[in-house]
């Protein structure tokens, strides 16, 4: 079926076959003058609704430019036939779409790959099969491993994230697969909003894994492939894991995230990975980075020119057209010959003094990594200096009443559990909190890069949680997270007689505290229900009927200084 205007020629569901038998469908939309660069986005999300495009790149626009533009539903999803399995056919069937789009007569053999979060992810599977006629991808808010930074974060499950996506925006596209009646598949999917309107009661169950007996498990037995292959190296995400293969990619990427994206740590290792190890000198030299203020969907519009994300308002800067981003970088990346892209290589907003600023690369080179150290004293303290005398900070973990999510890189349904720089004063009080921070500051300290941080800890536990949180106490005493990880410990791997070091990675971030503020540190053990619950026995929390309460201490001063790793941007230097 077609589709005409004076302009652009629309044909839905055309057929596009695969090697194996199996026929994918897309929309293809045709601008006048003809061949023409092609555009592709492939998505699980239904190609024909909102969620399918996420809004990156409208078609119709595209068209209109004088771009070709192919948005098809992926194998098993839409009107695309054979089994979906999420990312494990991406790869084959994203090439063999763009060598389908280079034999026809429209397209001029130049192609581009266009998608936001699952649909940045096939560009990067299919680019790494080099397939002919394929010239550039813009993969926005990437990861660059399904196991970390995607399904897990420092060993804990994306418990709430995943479970969102499976109900909400994967089990949307399953319920109207199925062989139900309408009214039937209106319930259900009553049934799943209901669920996902009040996550922290659904997933309150032990084991989680009797989750598996509900709507989750019919609607995503996936969910369930995820959380079993606990380990980073099982060959599960090998198969898949995109960091594998940089050196496979052929082609120039412009890579867009926000510094509370979820997927921020993978789209920023990919633009890494890339500079080092694509293939050539000329892809390495053809990748640039932009990083915005946003949670993971990233503002369509500003009102009254504002971004709010969570409860920061980001002003006048904060948004910019990403639509005419992507377009500009394709009109010169699918130029033949291809031109020079306009503009630095990195781009960075810098939250806080709420400023774009333009950098030569990530992690920025002038960026010093300077320890912060935890102080025993009124309240908790934070200084540059160690504190010569060692003590223990301590507090219970009970897994009944764990710590709630407020804010961050998360992707639990944003309704119950907004995105964001939240107000995380109403759990300060709670008994299962460390809190140390500097005093007011003078000067503007800007942190920019990987944040870490470096903790001593005691468990009576034999494996637990900790978790560790940056924050910009405003000087009305409001305490805004700027980052944070987790890190699980495994058993075997806590000293039963003396302190364990571990690391808790807290992803990236560009944050200008300013003066009259305070640098804060936020220490717990939980975050629920971003995260699965550690049971505190030999048990893994999918698994564990029981939990256990655990008696929790870090190590503050003396041999085993605990303390935040901070990329500090000296000051003369902004």
Same mark, same amino acid.
């Given at each position: 079926?077609? %589709?005409?205007?004076?302009?652009?020629?629309?044909?839905?569901?055309?057929?596009?076959?695969?090697?194996?038998?199996?026929?994918?469908?897309?929309?293809?939309?045709?601008?006048?003058?003809?061949?023409?660069? %092609?555009?592709?986005?492939?998505?699980?999300?239904?190609?024909?609704?909102?969620?399918?495009?996420?809004?990156?790149?409208?078609?119709?626009? !595209?068209?209109?430019?004088?771009?070709?533009?192919?948005?098809? #539903?992926?194998?098993?999803?839409?009107?695309?036939?054979?089994?979906?399995?999420?990312?494990?056919?991406?790869?084959?069937?994203?090439?063999? %779409?763009?060598r389908?789009?280079?034999r026809?007569?429209?397209?001029?053999?130049?192609?581009?790959?266009?998608?936001?979060?699952?649909?940045?992810?096939t560009?990067?599977?299919?680019?790494?099969?080099?397939?002919?006629?394929?010239?550039?991808?813009?993969?926005? $808010?990437?990861?660059?491993?399904?196991?970390?930074?995607?399904?897990?974060?420092?060993?804990?499950?994306?418990?709430?994230?995943?479970?969102?996506?499976?109900?909400?925006?994967?089990?949307?596209?399953?319920?109207?697969?199925?062989?139900?009646?309408?009214?039937?598949?209106?319930?259900?999917?009553?049934?799943?909003?209901?669920?996902?309107?009040?996550?922290?009661?659904?997933?309150?169950?032990?084991?989680? #894994?009797?989750?598996r007996?509900?709507?989750?498990?019919e609607?995503?037995?996936?969910?369930?492939?995820?959380w079993?292959?606990?380990?980073?190296?099982?060959?599960?995400?090998?198969?898949?894991?995109?960091?594998?293969?940089?050196?496979?990619?052929?082609?120039?990427? &412009?890579?867009?995230?926000?510094?509370?994206?979820?997927?921020?740590?993978?789209?920023?290792?990919n633009?890494?990975?890339?500079?080092?190890?694509?293939?050539?000198?000329?892809?390495?030299?053809?990748?640039k980075?932009?990083?915005?203020?946003?949670?993971?969907?990233?503002?369509?519009?500003?009102?009254?020119?504002?971004?709010?994300?969570? #409860?920061?308002?980001?002003g006048?800067?904060?948004?910019?057209?990403?639509?005419?981003?992507?377009?500009?970088?394709?009109?010169?990346?699918?130029?033949?010959?291809? $031109?020079? $892209?306009?503009?630095?290589?990195?781009?960075?907003?810098?939250?806080?003094?709420?400023?774009?600023?333009?950098?030569?690369?990530w992690?920025?080179?002038? !960026?010093?990594? %300077?320890?912060?150290?935890?102080?025993?004293?009124?309240?908790?303290?934070?200084?540059?200096?160690?504190?010569?005398?060692?003590?223990?900070?301590?507090?219970?973990?009970?897994? !009944?009443?764990?710590?709630?999510?407020?804010?961050?890189?998360?992707?639990? &349904?944003?309704?119950?559990?907004? $995105?964001?720089?939240?107000?995380?004063?109403?759990? &300060?009080?709670?008994?299962?909190?460390?809190?140390?921070?500097?005093?007011?500051?003078e000067e503007?300290?800007?942190?920019?890069?990987?944040?870490?941080?470096?903790?001593?800890?005691?468990?009576?536990?034999?494996?637990?949680?900790?978790?560790?949180?940056?924050?910009?106490?405003?000087?009305?005493g409001?305490?805004?997270?700027?980052?944070?990880?987790?890190?699980?410990?495994?058993?075997?791997?806590?000293?039963?007689?003396?302190?364990?070091?571990?690391?808790?990675e807290?992803?990236a971030?560009?944050?200008?505290?300013?003066?009259?503020?305070?640098?804060?540190?936020?220490?717990?053990?939980?975050?629920?229900?971003?995260? #699965?619950?550690?049971?505190?026995?030999?048990?893994?929390?999918?698994? !564990?009927?029981?939990?256990?309460?655990?008696?929790?201490?870090?190590s503050?001063?003396?041999?085993?200084?605990?303390?935040?790793?901070?990329?500090?941007?000296?000051?003369?230097?902004?």
């Open positions: 079926m077609a %589709t005409r205007s004076p302009d652009i020629t629309i044909h839905l569901d055309v057929e596009v076959p695969m090697s194996d038998g199996v026929v994918l469908r897309a929309d293809v939309y045709l601008p006048r003058k003809q061949p023409a660069p %092609t555009l592709i986005s492939r998505t699980p999300y239904m190609k024909a609704s909102l969620p399918g495009l996420m809004a990156v790149i409208n078609p119709v626009r !595209a068209a209109h430019m004088g771009f070709a533009v192919i948005v098809q #539903d992926v194998r098993g999803r839409g009107s695309s036939g054979g089994e979906f399995e999420p990312f494990v056919n991406e790869a084959g069937d994203g090439a063999e %779409t763009v389908w789009a280079a026809q007569d429209w397209c001029n053999g130049r192609i581009g790959l266009f998608g936001s979060s699952y649909m940045g992810a560009q990067l599977q299919a680019a790494a099969e080099q397939p002919e006629g394929l010239k550039a991808i813009c993969p926005v $808010q990437a990861v660059s491993d399904y196991h970390e930074g995607r399904s897990y974060r420092g060993g804990a499950f994306e418990l709430g994230a995943l479970t969102s996506i499976s109900l909400w925006n994967l089990g949307a596209g399953t319920l109207l697969r199925a062989k139900l009646d309408p009214r039937s598949l209106r319930e259900r999917f009553a049934s799943a909003r209901e669920a996902l309107s009040d996550l922290s009661s659904f997933l309150s169950v032990a084991p989680f #894994d009797r989750l007996e509900g709507i989750l498990g609607l995503a037995p996936y969910l369930f492939g995820w079993e292959n606990d380990r980073a190296d099982a060959s599960f995400w090998s198969a898949i894991r995109i960091a594998d293969r940089y050196h496979r990619i052929t082609v120039p990427a &412009l890579h867009v995230t926000g510094w509370f994206d979820q997927f921020h740590v993978g789209t920023i290792r633009y890494e990975g890339l500079r080092k190890k694509g293939r050539a000198e000329a892809v390495r030299e053809g990748q980075l932009v990083i915005g203020p946003w949670a993971h969907y990233p503002p369509k519009s500003s009102l009254l020119g504002a971004v709010k994300v969570g #409860d920061v308002d980001f006048l800067e904060a948004f910019i057209d990403l639509e005419a981003l992507q377009l500009s970088w394709f009109r010169h990346s699918l130029a033949e010959p291809a $031109q020079p $892209q306009p503009g630095s290589r990195v781009r960075i907003f810098v939250m806080g003094r709420n400023v774009w600023r333009d950098e030569p690369d992690p920025l080179e002038r !960026a010093c990594e %300077t320890p912060l150290y935890l102080k025993a004293g009124e309240g908790g303290q934070l200084d540059w200096t160690p504190d010569a005398l060692g003590t223990a900070a301590r507090f219970t973990f009970d897994p !009944a009443d764990p710590m709630p999510t407020r804010g961050g890189a998360h992707l639990v &349904l944003e309704s119950a559990f907004p $995105q964001g720089p939240v107000a995380q004063n109403d759990i &300060l009080g709670r008994p299962d909190i460390l809190l140390f921070q500097t005093a007011v500051l503007e300290l800007e942190v920019t890069g990987w944040v870490s941080a470096e903790l001593w800890v005691r468990s009576s536990a034999p494996a637990t949680d900790f978790t560790a949180k940056l924050v910009d106490v405003w000087p009305d409001t305490h805004y997270n700027v980052c944070d990880g987790i890190r699980r410990l495994r058993p075997g791997e806590i000293d039963p007689d003396g302190w364990t070091r571990i690391i808790v807290m992803g971030t560009s944050q200008a505290f300013l003066p009259g503020h305070r640098i804060a540190f936020h220490i717990s053990s939980s975050s629920y229900p971003r995260f #699965d619950i550690a049971s505190n026995t030999l048990e893994p929390a999918r698994l !564990a009927a029981v939990r256990e309460t655990a008696r929790q201490q870090v503050v001063g003396g041999e085993h200084p605990s303390r935040l790793l901070l990329p500090i941007v000296p000051p003369d230097k902004h």
